[in-house]
């Protein structure tokens, strides 16, 4: 699931995160990358060196001020103060109350990325480059930010500030390695393998068996092909600000889709059970073995560039998503509202291959739940869907807002015209940020001819079995959720020769992806008795191909 984290406060009018610290280890490739600029850059103060080693950041969101003062977290007043006086010209002001903020955060990047905009628009250029260079050492690392911001623009003459954008891929690089080192660091319980993905942007650190692990690889590549060909479209195309070229080309997306040259690089961690409830309660808190988030499997997030995902199914296709989508509201200077970061990134949790192999947006119990409302006559309209504020989208009714988000994509998907809409969001999106112009315009009609179509379409979507009755298709066999490779064989209920035994972790049926229970249920009610199943499976370390004649479910 992913936390709605609004980034750079001041540069996105967001919510305040707050980034505790984890770890205090220091990265020696880090503190050399900095000493080197400093050395050849000749920098007029030792000031200017961070002297503070990078730490990982734990994004968490903060609710909005309720009518119960308790609520609102310590601190967020006079950061809110700081930006509102920035905004009204009051730099010695924000100034001092960001400073506050800086020292009761050491090491959150975004008051002294804030600092540095502050000290830029006071002349005081020293301070702005010290306080800068803070915030990338703490992990700030974004150029399309830091290349748009006017505040710097009475700085981007100084050689420090020039030397800063000039070495910028070292210090992507840097930043990627130490905040690998950080992953490494926090979960390490088990046999651990890093891999890292130059196309994509992507530092592995996976618990899993190796052939699962370079499966999920794919997946991820297949997510990637999917997003450049059905959703972004031409934004892969946009210049970065640092590189001369672009990576790839709108009109025909690459055999591998590879990400742009100033993209952050994202940690993707896919970690033992183990170290997941431990990753879990830390950053939810003691719900998640509780019972009170337990479906809960992974985030994505943004301000620390990190992934993590308990399985390699659902969950990080659709944490993945979101590292694509983040990306691109990035190079685009934007923030998309939640409907639209969860409803797009929830869109390919659940996929079918067509006959060329290419994936598809498939029905789950997220339409299920939207088709029962629409029965009921609850579902939310869409102008009201898309106006959700975050808090309200995510706490009130989430599951009934997420299936209602992700059904509306699947519905442009359907039509055709998912690109076409996203692409006119993106250029309109000063216009109409709620994106319900764009919809309309894309679909046709006013807003009540809209929900029409939509409801339409719901009704005609054919429900998905959530669970296997007597008489359904089956494999002979009793699973279990397992721990996000596959299901796992608990029993063998028929003979089964050269078949599935107890412990065997189902991966996949018929060359489609089974990560868990939901999937392997849907696969199997898709198909009928007496049809036969090629299910792939690990037993071990060894992998294999069972040919079973699909038995009724007794």
């Not at 088990?190 to 692990?213: C, I, M, Q, V």
Request: glycine share 6%; with cysteine.
């Amino acid at each position: 699931m992913f936390r709605w984290v609004d980034y750079y406060s001041r540069l996105l009018k967001a919510n305040r995160i707050l980034a505790s610290s984890l770890l205090s280890a220091r990265c020696n490739a880090w503190a050399v990358l900095v000493a080197i600029v400093i050395v050849n850059f000749h920098w007029p103060s030792a000031s200017a060196q961070p002297s503070q080693p990078p730490a990982p950041l734990q994004t968490k969101p903060f609710a909005q001020p309720t009518a119960k003062p308790e609520t609102v977290p310590p601190g967020a007043k006079s950061e809110s103060d700081a930006l509102e006086a920035f905004n009204r010209g009051d730099y010695t002001l924000s100034r001092r109350l960001l400073e506050q903020q800086a020292k009761r955060e050491p090491t959150n990047f975004v008051p002294r990325y804030n600092l540095a905009c502050c000290c830029a628009k006071m002349g005081d250029t020293d301070a702005c480059i010290t306080w800068l260079l803070d915030a990338i050492e703490k992990g700030f690392c974004d150029a399309y930010i830091l290349q748009r911001d006017d505040a710097f623009d009475a700085v981007r003459r100084d050689e420090r500030f020039k030397a800063i954008i000039s070495g910028w891929q070292d210090i992507l690089i840097a930043r990627r390695d130490a905040n690998l080192e950080q992953a490494k660091l926090l979960f390490k319980e088990g046999s651990y393998e890093a891999w890292l993905d130059t196309d994509l942007r992507l530092a592995y650190w996976s618990a899993f068996e190796k052939t699962a692990f370079v499966q999920a690889r794919e997946e991820v590549t297949r997510m990637a092909r999917f997003a450049d060909t059905h959703v972004f479209g031409p934004a892969s195309a946009s210049k970065s600000p640092t590189s001369a070229t672009s990576s790839t080309s709108p009109a025909t997306p690459p055999p591998v889709p590879r990400a742009r040259a100033d993209d952050a690089w994202v940690v993707v961690v896919l970690p033992s059970r183990k170290d997941y409830m431990r990753w879990a309660v830390r950053t939810y808190g003691a719900d998640v073995i509780l019972g009170g988030t337990s479906s809960i499997g992974g985030a994505y997030e943004h301000d620390a560039k990190r992934l993590v995902s308990m399985d390699l199914g659902p969950t990080l296709r659709h944490e993945f998503f979101h590292v694509l989508h983040w990306r691109d509201n990035t190079q685009r200077g934007q923030l998309h509202p939640i409907w639209i970061q969860e409803g797009l990134c929830s869109l390919m949790e659940d996929y079918d291959l067509d006959e060329t192999g290419s994936p598809s947006p498939a029905p789950s119990w997220r339409t299920n739940i939207s088709k029962r409302l629409e029965a009921l006559r609850r579902l939310m309209p869409v102008r009201t869907l898309v106006t959700l504020p975050p808090l309200k989208f995510s706490g009130q009714r989430p599951l009934a807002n997420y299936a209602a988000a992700r059904s509306l994509f699947m519905f442009l998907e359907d039509q055709g015209k998912l690109t076409q809409w996203y692409q006119h969001y993106v250029d309109h999106y000063e216009q109409d940020r709620s994106g319900l112009t764009s919809l309309l315009e894309v679909v046709g009609g006013n807003a009540d001819e809209l929900d029409s179509k939509f409801r339409t379409w719901l009704r005609a979507l054919p429900a998905v079995r959530e669970t296997l009755k007597l008489g359904d298709p089956s494999l002979g066999v009793e699973v279990e959720a397992g721990h996000g490779e596959g299901p796992v064989v608990t029993a063998v209920q028929r003979a089964n020769k050269g078949g599935l035994r107890k412990g065997d972790i189902i991966t996949g049926i018929n060359g489609r992806a089974c990560r868990d229970v939901a999937e392997l249920v849907r696969i199997l009610t898709s198909m009928r008795v007496g049809d036969i199943a090629e299910v792939e499976y690990r037993r071990v370390r060894i992998l294999g191909t069972a040919t079973i004649t699909l038995s009724a479910r007794k």
